[in-house]
C-alpha cells in the first residue's frame, strides 16, 4: 500500500506570495492532519481535515488555511508569506477517530 | 493546555549500550501517549503507543510505560544499534481530538561504533 505523499518535496517562495501545498493520503484513509515543524517551535499542530470538513484547528493565524476534497487529498494555502513561514510541513493520515497517524516525507519552504 | 517536556539532547551513546530518553507531560484527563521517531529526511514513523495508566508499548526493542502518578512516558532500549540514530518525539492526544498530537521538542540519538 502506498504512503503518504506530498508534493512538491521543495520549495523556495518570496516573501508576500502565497504557496499551496499538497497531500495525498493512504487510500482509505478520511482524515489528514498538518503539521509545521520548525527548529524553533518544534512540532506544531495546524489543522485536521476529515469527511471534507475541518475537524481541528491549531493556534496559527489566518493566512494558513486548507481543504480537503471528496478523495480525501488535502491542500494546504498559506497567503502573504514571511520569513517565519519557513518550516518542514508534515501531512499525516489515518483511518480517524483514535487510530494511527501515518506521516507523509514533507514539503521544505523556504522564504526569501 | 498540554504540554510535553523531554530532555534535552543530543544523546550520544556506543553501540549496544542502554537508552533511556526521559519524557514528562502536562494535560487534564487521561491523555493517549506516544513515541515517534524521525530519521534523516524523512517524516515520522509512530515508534510505540500506550493509551491508559500502566500500558506498556513497546516495538523494535524500545519500551516506555505510561505511569500517571508521575505524568511520564520514559523511552527505554536495553542494547542500541547505530540504526536507530535518529530524532525522538513524544507525544500525547486525547480522545476528543485524536489527531490533535501535541509534542516535545525531540531528542536527537546518536549511536556510534
Known amino acids: 500500500k502506498a504512503g503518504v505523499t506530498q508534493t512538491p518535496r521543495y520549495l523556495i517562495k518570496t516573501r508576500g506570495q502565497q504557496v499551496t501545498l499538497s497531500c495525498s493520503p493512504i487510500s482509505g484513509h478520511r482524515s489528514v492532519s498538518w503539521y509545521q515543524q520548525t527548529p524553533g517551535q518544534g512540532l506544531q499542530f495546524l489543522f485536521e481535515?476529515?469527511?471534507?470538513?475541518?475537524?481541528n484547528k491549531g493556534n496559527f493565524p489566518g493566512r494558513f488555511s486548507g481543504r480537503q476534497f471528496s478523495n480525501s487529498r488535502s491542500e494546504m494555502n498559506v497567503s502573504t508569506l514571511e520569513l517565519g513561514d519557513s518550516a518542514l510541513y508534515l501531512c499525516?493520515?489515518?483511518?480517524?477517530?483514535?487510530?494511527?497517524?501515518?506521516f507523509g516525507p514533507g514539503t521544505r519552504l523556504t522564504v526569501t | 493546555g498540554d504540554s510535553v517536556t523531554q530532555m534535552e539532547g543530543p544523546v550520544t551513546l556506543s553501540e549496544e549500550a542502554f537508552l533511556t530518553i526521559n519524557c514528562t507531560y502536562t494535560a487534564t484527563g487521561y491523555p493517549s501517549l506516544f513515541w515517534y521517531v524521525q530519521y534523516p529526511g524523512e517524516g515520522l514513523q509512530l515508534l510505540l503507543k500506550?493509551?491508559?495508566?500502566?500500558d506498556k508499548g513497546s516495538n523494535k526493542g524500545f519500551e516506555a510505560t505510561y505511569r500517571k502518578e508521575t505524568t511520564s512516558f520514559h523511552l527505554e532500549k536495553g542494547s542500541v544499534q547505530v540504526s536507530d540514530s535518529a530524532v525522538y518525539f513524544c507525544?500525547?492526544?486525547?480522545?476528543?481530538?485524536?489527531?490533535?498530537?501535541?509534542f516535545g521538542t525531540g531528542t536527537r540519538l546518536q549511536v556510534t561504533l
Open positions: 499525516a493520515s489515518s483511518l480517524g477517530g483514535s487510530r494511527e497517524q501515518y
Open positions: 481535515y476529515f469527511s471534507e470538513t475541518q475537524r
Open positions: 500506550a493509551t491508559k495508566a500502566d
Open positions: 507525544a500525547l492526544s486525547h480522545t476528543g481530538t485524536a489527531s490533535k498530537l501535541t
